[in-house]
C-alpha cells in the first residue's frame, strides 16, 4: 500500500471546537491508524468567523494591531492580518455584531467607520490587494462610515456633515468626493456569500436588520433611508446600486464597497481555498476530511463543505464529512461530492454534556473513520 494522504479542511464546531483543535485531533488519529500517512491541514472559513485567522496561518502572515472606533464610535483594539501584498480585513473585528450586548444593539445607531480605519491603515501600508470579509455586521449604515473614514463626505439635508450612522441615510442630498483618498491602485476584492439586494423584501434591511436589533418602526425608517441612500449613489455613479448581487450585505456595505472602491464581490469558502492552495494540495490525495457543527441542506449553499467538496468532486478525491449533528437534507452534500456522514454524537445527549466531551467524541469518530478507509485501501 503506498503512503496515503490525507488533506484535513473542517470548519470549526461553533461553542464547541476550533479549526485548529479538529486538525490537531485528525492527525492524531491518523497517525494511531496510520503509521506512514502524509497529512495536509489547512484552516478554512466561509468569510465569515474564523476567515482572518484562516489565512493569515495557512500563509504564514502576520497580525496586524491597530486602535479604531467600534460600532458605536468607541475606541477599541481591533486587527487585520496580512502576507506578501496583501491585507486581510474582518467586518467582526472592527464593526460586528458580537461587540455589542444585547442592549446596545440598534442599527440606527451603529457605524462602519472602524472598517473604514483598518483599509487605511493597510493602504497607507502599502498594501494593494484588499481582501474585505463581511460576515457578523453590527451595521446598516450602508457603508457611510467606512466611506467617511476614507475621506468621503456626505451631506445632510441641514447641510452639516453625516458622522456615519444608519439613521442618517434617509437624509443624505449630496456627496462629496473631494477629499476621498485615492484608491486607484489598490484591488478590493469582498468575500461575501450573500446574495441579497440593496433594497427590497430581499434587502439588505428588511432581512437582516431584526438580527441587529432593529424593531419594527425601525426597519421602516432604515428602509426609506436605504432607498434614499440608493438614489444617491446611483446618481452619483450613472449605476444601478440595487443590481449588485451581494450589495445588500454587511448592510449595505456590499454595494457601496463595490461602487466606490471598485470591489469585486467573490464567494467566501472559494476565495479563501484558492489564497490557501487547497485545490493544488488535492492532486493525489487519498481523502478530504471535512465537516462543521451541523450538517443540513443549507451546507451546501456557500458553505464550507461545498467549497471543499466541489474541487474535490472534480478531482476525484472522495471526501468524508465529520459532523457534530445532522440536520434536515443533509443528504444533498452526496450530489457534490462528499461520500459519507459521520456525526461525532454516539448516544442521546443533552447539548451542555457533548460540548464538554466533544473532543473525545470526535477523536472516537476520527479513528473510525481512518479505520474504515484503511480496510479499503490496497
Do not use: H
Not at 260 to 265: G, R, T
Request: charged share 20%.
Amino acid at each position: 500500500m503506498k503512503n496515503p494522504k490525507f488533506i484535513l479542511a473542517s470548519d470549526s464546531f461553533k461553542g464547541s471546537l476550533t479549526g485548529s483543535q479538529i486538525n490537531k485531533i485528525l492527525t492524531s488519529a491518523c497517525s494511531k491508524v496510520f503509521d506512514n500517512a502524509e497529512i495536509i491541514p489547512f484552516l478554512v472559513a466561509d468569510g465569515g468567523e474564523g476567515t482572518l485567522d484562516a489565512i493569515v496561518t495557512n500563509k504564514n502572515g502576520k497580525i496586524i494591531e491597530k486602535s479604531v472606533l467600534d460600532p458605536l464610535f468607541r475606541e477599541t483594539k481591533s486587527r487585520y492580518g496580512a502576507f506578501d501584498d496583501c491585507a486581510i480585513i474582518a467586518m467582526n473585528e472592527c464593526s460586528g455584531l458580537p461587540m455589542l450586548t444585547l442592549s446596545e444593539r440598534n442599527p440606527l445607531k451603529t457605524t462602519t467607520f472602524g472598517l473604514g480605519e483598518l483599509i487605511l491603515d493597510a493602504v497607507e501600508k502599502g498594501y494593494k490587494n484588499v481582501f474585505v470579509t463581511l460576515g457578523g455586521s453590527a451595521t446598516n449604515d450602508g457603508g457611510l462610515g467606512a466611506l467617511t473614514a476614507l475621506g468621503y463626505k456626505f451631506i445632510l439635508k441641514d447641510g452639516s456633515i453625516a458622522k456615519g450612522v444608519g439613521e442618517e441615510l434617509i437624509n443624505v442630498v449630496k456627496i462629496d468626493g473631494s477629499f476621498a483618498i485615492d484608491l486607484k491602485d489598490v484591488n478590493f476584492t469582498i468575500l461575501c456569500d450573500v446574495t441579497n439586494p440593496l433594497i427590497g423584501e430581499k434587502g439588505a434591511t428588511r432581512v437582516f436588520s431584526p438580527q441587529k436589533g432593529a424593531d419594527s418602526d425601525a426597519v421602516e425608517l432604515l428602509e426609506k433611508g436605504m432607498q434614499n441612500w440608493c438614489a444617491i449613489i446611483n446618481d452619483y455613479f450613472n449605476a444601478d446600486a440595487n443590481a449588485v448581487v451581494g450589495g445588500g450585505a454587511a448592510g449595505g456595505l456590499g454595494a457601496s464597497l463595490t461602487l466606490f472602491l471598485n470591489a469585486k464581490i467573490k464567494s467566501g469558502i472559494n476565495t479563501v481555498l484558492d489564497i490557501i492552495g487547497y485545490k493544488n494540495a488535492l492532486q493525489g490525495a487519498t481523502a478530504v476530511i471535512t465537516g462543521e457543527g451541523r450538517i443540513d441542506s443549507q451546507s451546501v449553499d456557500g458553505k464550507v463543505i461545498l467549497g471543499v467538496a466541489l474541487p474535490a468532486q472534480k478531482a476525484g478525491v472522495p471526501v468524508i464529512a465529520i459532523v457534530g449533528s445532522v440536520g434536515a437534507g443533509y443528504e444533498k452534500c452526496y450530489d457534490v461530492g462528499v461520500k459519507g456522514v459521520y456525526s461525532i454524537i454516539d448516544k442521546p445527549a443533552d447539548l451542555e454534556e457533548i460540548l464538554s466531551i466533544s473532543p473525545d467524541l470526535y477523536f472516537k469518530t476520527a479513528i473510525s473513520v481512518f479505520s474504515t478507509i484503511k480496510a479499503f485501501l490496497k
